[in-house]
């Protein structure tokens, strides 16, 4: 099992930064690690993920161009770099880790979750 730990939200302004960080500890098999969020009354959604062994990222198309998603393997921290924030983007967001590679989208693909940051913007 992997453990996950989540840091990094926090309140901006529309066109503001943050960058989501996820520490893991534990299995560090071939996996693949996301991002989800979730807002008040919806349904999670993925955002991000990348799997370990090929380090090609996946992206939402509501956040493509504005976030960044990246691991540092040696460290086993995965990050979320968040850019030109926009209200919509308010939510809690998760990591979540897979073991191999998982069609990113679907949240049942995943064992393993962060308990979760909140991301809030606001004018």
Not at 48 to 72: C, E, G, M, N, Q
Not at 86 to 106: G, L, S
Request: net charge negative; hydrophobic share 35%.
């Amino acid at each position: 099992a992997v453990h996950l730990v989540e840091n990094g939200g926090g309140s901006v302004q529309p066109g503001g930064s943050l960058t989501l960080s996820c520490v893991e500890s534990g299995d560090y098999n071939s996996r693949t690690l996301a991002w989800f969020r979730q807002a008040p009354g919806k349904e999670r959604e993925g955002v991000a993920a990348i799997y370990t062994d090929v380090l090609s990222p996946w992206y939402a198309d509501a956040v493509k161009d504005r976030f960044t998603v990246s691991v540092d393997n040696a460290r086993h921290i995965l990050y979320l770099q968040m850019n030109n924030l926009q209200t919509e983007d308010t939510a809690m967001y998760y990591c979540a880790a897979a073991r191999w590679a998982v069609p990113w989208r679907r949240a049942t693909e995943y064992n393993d979750w962060g308990q979760g940051t909140q991301v809030t913007v606001s004018s």
